[in-house]
């Protein structure tokens, strides 16, 4: 009985070599001297353990393992498992380069792929291409979309009608399902245990059909347990079952009843009044076979929604108790050279559900596509394990570089809390490259082409030389002057004056000779007095004299005499003082003696200052 | 002029002395003691562009981002134009959640509006304005000669009135007194004094405007945000 319910149980493999597959693809066909091809080779099988591949001799490339990812799918007791390993190649030469078939050997049969051509050109001469895959008989999704589920209970076969009823602890055979908790947080892992309890002999194997569980993530927790136990004074053979519930949505959710079809042993009704002798001959001792689906009582699970207070932003959905390490596979690098940066997030948890880690910003790396690889176990009835994520990091720059801490945040059911790990920053010794790889005979020589200008970090600019500058100096010089900027504004103004007194004379010719009649006359007397020459400066002072009366009178200067002159003064009103007049006609004769008589003596400072004088009392009476 | 010239560029490697030692700091990574230095240096030279850059650095580097976003306006503010100053205050201008062009303003106008400094600004006006009128001068006192002077006196009328229209829109637009924040996450309260509640907090390396003083506290203004609040005087480093 025990051996055949557990034949029931298990997954049975499959032995079906001739199903093991191989492929093989790259990301791009065409690429730069500098660049790098990701190839991904899937090994597909109908068993969980798959071989690796040989990976042939690549004389033409650089070749880096950047981890598996394994993909394993139970269906309905069969099993089938693919394999990605992927590889990192760069190209070591400018033209065509080829991989060849990678071949997967196991038992003796040997499956390859078809080669795959790269052409390599010079850095920055290639354009990607759309991503080839190499012919092969089978290929699987090379990153899952979503990790393999059991298949869910609704699609299992439905039993053909028969009882169906929750038959109660007590009975000869029943089913029991229990849940260790009615309320759970979504994805939180709720452990659900059916039972199977016999106290007679089974006849067949029985049938386990895992119940509904719509709304949650199922994941089995073998092994199945045995055992006998004693129940209202009956001995019950049991087996259990476990399975892990992860609800995927909030609210109340529903795990179906689980049944067990079983074929219990029946005597055979036989009428022992039997008229017919035949039958009550042969059905003396005889026993029939009834099938029966044993069920569960149905079960109800309330999800409970993860709190939004609190969230973190890179959260991304796992709950449980999980841990996060970071490591790279070479500490001391060139630029250029590939560094496997592995990232573990292990722990107690719906593992399949969680995202992957947010990377930190790395602008002194090239960061390629992140390979992840799950690894379950089912300890102590607990989902756990780790999620690798694989990734190649490629240095731009050289110097001391750092993989910063990487963080991972989660949510604990316990503390009823967001936690957030965070991994030990990584320290890598990047030398700088001695140079581009050498280029074999024959081939067109990889020329510097030029490359784009890329920002690896952002700083402030380094510190400023002395600059001179006179033309911000001169400006802040005129700025600081203060007052002395107002100069102008009075140069001008005293200009507009000037322009407005000289529009004044040109206008009033008479008034402007009546006005400057004295100054004139002044000028010729100093005029007269800087000659040297007695005579010379006696006819000085005599013009000086006439053109003075000239111009105050309106008189020409050449044809005015001193009796009109004497004339128009004595006309004036208020009329001049006659002793005015008389220093007039003295100083007038006194100046024609000293021009015009023989041997006279010239005029001279003394005079000079009588002419003075008069013209200044002249003035005075004139303005009266 | 020439002579002018002459002692205005001799008067730069003054301002030198000490900075080779400052910079020898800065290299080797002692930023706090090249900060000293070249604070040293600029009370000597207390208008030199380059200084005030580079102690910025200096206090950029040592982690004082607000006394270093101050020496880097005060750079920016004597020499606007230099792709250094501008590229430098405007990298630390973000780290405090800050740009220093102001939002919507078209890059080149901005470029164009800051190309001189206020001071700049004022001496170049006065220098046209120094032109304008002795050609103005020239024009009214040489009646004979004013066909000729027309059109250069019109073109430095115009522009000593846009070199002045320029100067008065910075003038009007710069705050009369400003500063930069200068501790982590200022406190900024209703009234002077500790007894008045927190009414918002502000970033270090913030741009304030400075409207009153009172007691060892600031009033302060952040235009932006429409904020208003006092600051302890020693949170803020007046510009």
Redesign the interface.
Known sequence: MRAALTALLLWLPGSCWAQVTISAEVDKTDVALNDQIVLAVTVTGPQTSLPEPEIPSLPNFSIYSSGRNQNITFVNGSVSSSIIFTYVLEPRFVGKGVIPPIAVVYQGHRAQTSPIEIQVGRPGASAPTPTQQAPGPARANPIPAAPPQRAPAAAAPQPPPRERKAVVAGAPVFVQAVADKKTAFVNEQVTLTVRFYTSVNLLGNPQYIAPKTDGFLAEDLPPERHGNTVISNRTYYFSEIKTALFPAQAGRLGVGPATVRVQIQQNVNVDPFATDFFEKFFSQGLVSAVTRDLVSEPLSIAAQALPEADKPKDFSGAVGRFSIAAAVDRSSVKVGDAVGLTVTVGGVGNLKAIGDPRMPELPSWRVYDTVTSLNLEKKDDKVQGSKVFKTVLVPRVSGDLQVPAIGFSYFDPEKRAYVRAESLPLAVKVAPSPGAPAVPAGAPPAGAAPQGVTAVS?????????????F??????????GPV?AA??F??AF??G??QYRKAGSSDPAGARLRGAAKAAMGRIEESLKSGKPGKAAALMSDALTGYLADKLGQSASGLTLRRALELLGARRPPVDAALLEGVRELWSELDMRRFAPGAAGAGAKVAQALRGLIAQLEEELER | MTS??LI??L???A??QG?DEA?GK?DAGDFNGAATLYAKALERSP?D??LH??LG?AL??AGHLGQAIASYQRAFD??PR?P?IR??LG??LKRAGEELRPEGTPPALFALFTL??E??L???Q??L??LA??L??VY??KPARREDLFSPVVVAAALWAATGLWWGSRWLLEPDERGVIVKPTAELRSGPGHNFGVSFTAPEGRRVQILSESAGWLEIGIPKEGAKGWLAADAVEKI
Do not use: H, M, T
């Open positions: 952002q700083d402030i600019r380094y510190l400023k030389g002395a600059v001179s500058r006179p911000s100096q001169l400006l802040e010089a005129v700025a600081g002057a900027n102008p504004i140069a001008f200009c507009l000037l322009a | 002018l010239l205005l560029s008067a730069v490697p301002s030198c900075v910079r800065y208008r562009p380059v850059y580079d650095n950029f580097k004597i020499r230099d250094d590229y430098n990298f630390a001189l400094s001071r700049e004022a001496g170049l006065w220098l304005c120094w009128l002795s103005g001068c009214v006192l």
